[in-house]
């Protein structure tokens, strides 16, 4: 009978305090960049579908965020969203999209963040997502749990569903979104409401934070969201997560398994 492959060794606490670093120091220096250098013509392109945005700062962006994470560590690997794909030698990956919620950029609208995570040997390890419009950095490290600005988060322990409020995105092909609202209508009823905020970083993050003490203006409870995009990292209270290309269902991130995972 053959002996299963043993799991990976943890990565050390000095490499993630190393990952983290590097992960801070890029998403902040290229959000700074994105409000301050944002041009008037952001010559806008289309991906996936006509609806499904690109701009000369999200490639900007990405270019950004490689050089500064290379002048730190210059022989990992990284994987974005806007076409970065290089191999690497130290077992690190770095998954970036340098403009999460372009539309919202597009707009000029809040809720766009910058996300950054790290893999070691295939194991989402560190992530970052900043969110200038609101002044807040989240940071997450595996093991140690999620902050929001240096401080410790930890997600709702809510688990009725009508009390839930939730947020949740669309993908960009028509005949997904017909889908996807389909099923929209039918969770409407059922839930306090809904938030489409453009952003499923930022959307993830909320729901890391749960509600503010005493209920009121507190964060969605909950996530639902498509997740079509090739290498989108998100948030979550431990750590990060890559999304695949084949992900077409909901996807539901519910405060229950959040909290039970924190430490």
Do not use: H
Request: aromatic letters at 4%; hydrophobic letters at 40%; a negative charge.
């Amino acid at each position: 009978m053959p002996v299963p492959d043993s799991p990976p060794d943890s990565p050390s606490e000095s490499l993630l305090d190393s990952l983290l670093e590097v992960a801070l120091l890029a998403a902040a220096e290229t959000g700074r960049m994105l409000v301050n250098d944002r041009v008037a013509d952001l010559g806008v392109g289309t991906k996936s579908t006509p609806t499904d945005v690109v701009t000369v700062m999200d490639t900007r962006a990405e270019r950004l965020l490689v050089e500064l994470i290379t002048s730190a560590r210059p022989d990992d690997a990284f994987l974005g969203e806007e076409g970065a794909d290089s191999a690497g030698t130290t077992g690190v990956r770095w998954v970036l999209d340098p403009i999460d919620g372009t539309v919202n950029y597009l707009y000029d609208l809040p809720g766009w963040a910058v996300s950054v995570a790290a893999e070691v040997d295939g194991v989402m390890s560190v992530g970052v997502v900043v969110v200038p419009s609101a002044g807040e950095t989240f940071a997450a490290v595996l093991g140690r749990g999620a902050t929001r600005n240096g401080r410790p988060i930890r997600a709702s322990g809510q688990v009725e569903l009508a009390q839930a409020l939730v947020a949740t995105g669309f993908g960009y092909d028509s005949e997904r979104r017909n889908r996807q609202g389909q099923i929209v209508a039918q969770v409407l009823p059922r839930v306090r409401d809904i938030r489409r905020y453009g952003a499923a970083s930022v959307d993830l993050c909320a729901v890391a934070c749960g509600p503010s003490p005493g209920g009121t203006g507190g964060l969605p409870p909950a996530t639902w969201s498509w997740l079509p995009a090739r290498g989108c990292s998100l948030s979550c209270t431990t750590c990060w997560r890559r999304c695949v290309p084949t992900v077409t269902e909901p996807m539901v991130a519910q405060p229950s398994a959040l909290a039970r995972r924190a430490p």
